[in-house]
Antibody
């Protein structure tokens, strides 16, 4: 089955770090750019970060001010998001999503994971 | 405040046609393709329309997309109860150098 399965979410205190993971199966993981998209409770979708198929280029939302880092391990068919200096405003459901192409740009996200919930609270 | 502006909600009776607008600027919609996503309650988003007006395999042809200048549009014809969902537009922004989403539009079938 073609799918993405995210993990690593949970309850974390403000100022701490958390690392999310996403594993792809049923397709050639290294043929696609990958992204993280988040959705705060009752809110819309917000692009977080994207990375090219070979990690050659990556980008993140400017609003994150460099606190989050995206990476991937194609051998393990895995995507990661290292989140530092977390604040309550980072509380959201974090989705991993597959890009239709190899490089990050205005391409559609044609496969989504189920989401992993991150709650930042003391 | 989202970079792309969508109406918060639209509604229509069964079998009617509704349209959702997505307003942007020359740094995003005018120069880049627009994609649309459908999010059913409690579910992950699903690709509905890509590259302005293309339908992914398996998506009903009751859905259609178009673009004019700095605005894009999603139309749903023959509205059905299963179409009740939130719909998001998205595109690349050349100035922000990232993907931007609309705030989402909730479709209600009366």
């Amino acid at each position: 089955e073609v799918q993405l399965v995210g993990s690593g979410g949970g309850l974390v205190q403000p100022g701490r770090s958390l690392r999310l993971s996403c594993v792809g199966s049923g397709f050639n993981f290294d043929d696609y750019a990958m992204h993280w998209v988040r959705q705060a409770p009752g809110r819309g979708l917000e692009w977080v970060s994207g990375i090219d198929w070979n990690s050659g280029a990556a980008g993140s939302a400017a609003s994150l001010k460099g606190r989050f880092t995206i990476s991937r391990d194609n051998a393990k068919k895995s995507l990661f998001l290292q989140m530092n200096s977390l604040t309550p405003e980072d509380t959201a459901l974090y989705y991993c999503a597959r890009d239709k192409r190899r490089t990050v740009g205005g391409n559609p996200f044609d496969l989504w994971g189920q989401g992993t919930l991150v709650t930042v609270s003391s | 405040q989202s970079v792309l502006t969508q109406p918060p909600s639209v509604s229509g009776a069964p079998r009617q046609r509704v349209s959702i607008s997505c307003s942007g600027s020359s740094s995003n919609i005018r120069n880049n393709a627009v994609n649309w996503y459908q999010q059913l309650p409690g579910k992950a988003p699903k690709l509905l329309i890509f590259y302005d007006d293309l339908l992914p395999s398996g998506v009903s042809d009751r859905f259609s997309g178009s673009k004019s200048g700095t605005s894009a549009f999603l139309a749903i014809s023959g509205l059905q109860s299963e179409d009740e969902a939130e719909y998001f537009c998205a595109t690349w922004d050349d100035t922000l150098r990232g993907v931007v989403f609309g705030g989402g539009t909730k479709v209600t079938v009366l």
